[in-house]
């Protein structure tokens, strides 16, 4: 079974500067999906940033970027820029490519303080 | 397109009592999968189910616990005689039928269920 570990469950940041937020996988498949979701107090679920794993090019989206080391099986977030509104839960999440459906496995959670 | 709508937003019931959580997923969306996230966790998988059929239960508690997704309407996640313990917030989330998930889904906000 493919398991999502989050090992930091708290982290914290000074407003303007960078953080990385860290997440190990363990699968047996080639081909799949990871994900990083942002929860904030309003409870809503936010995808950030998604990362293909048959593509070696790691993504960015604005201040957020990956890196994806897949032979490390490591899916690691790094927070640019951080904002007062960064603040919130992020979660790591998994899930099989091919055909099948989409269930996602997440991992624990790491909770983001960003001081002003 | 008003995205995943899930009500009611709060839910409060004695133990014993039946709660029933109601998911609009996104229009044109099929495919609706519910996770359940216990206190200072991750989510974590219940079902998944496509238009008048369960495709995977397979982490659905076996007993007081049901979901259904009929031709018509909202998917409902049935739960009988609540106990302490059902207490979490449960999310809803769709997909289409040409992403399966792959994209990431579209999350609700979220049922908060509260048992006393």
């Known amino acids: 079974a493919q398991t999502v570990t989050q090992s930091q469950p708290e982290m914290s940041v000074q407003e303007a500067e960078t953080v990385t937020l860290s997440c190990t996988y363990d699968?047996?498949?080639?081909?799949?999906?990871l994900f990083w979701y942002k929860q904030p107090p309003s409870r809503q679920m936010i995808l950030v940033i998604r990362?293909?794993?048959?593509?070696?090019q790691n993504a960015t989206e604005n201040r957020f970027s990956v890196n994806f080391q897949k032979a490390a099986k490591s899916f690691s977030l790094k927070i640019s820029d951080s904002q007062l509104g960064d603040a919130a839960m992020y979660f790591c999440?998994?899930?099989?490519?091919?055909?099948?459906?989409?269930?996602?496995?997440f991992g624990q959670g790491t909770i983001l303080t960003v001081h002003p | 397109n008003a995205g995943v709508m899930q009500n009611p937003r709060h839910l409060v019931r004695r133990r014993g009592q039946e709660a029933r959580l109601r998911c609009s997923p996104m229009?044109?969306?099929?495919?609706v999968y519910w996770y359940r996230q216990l206190p200072e966790e991750g989510l974590k998988f219940m079902v998944y189910?496509?238009?008048?059929?369960?495709?995977?239960e397979s982490g659905m508690p076996k007993e007081r616990f049901s979901a259904e997704f009929p031709k018509e309407g909202p998917s409902i996640l049935r739960i009988q005689q609540v106990v302490r313990g059902d207490s979490a917030a449960y999310f809803c989330?769709?997909?289409?039928?040409?992403?399966?998930?792959?994209?990431?889904?579209?999350f609700g906000s979220g049922t908060r269920l509260t048992v006393v």
């Open positions: 989330a769709s997909s289409p039928d040409r992403d399966r998930g792959t994209y990431g889904y579209t």
């Open positions: 699968t047996s498949e080639s081909d799949y999906y």
């Open positions: 990362q293909e794993a048959y593509k070696q």
């Open positions: 999440a998994y899930k099989v490519g091919g055909t099948s459906y989409g269930k996602l496995t």
């Open positions: 229009k044109g969306h099929s495919h």
């Open positions: 189910l496509q238009k008048e059929n369960i495709i995977d």
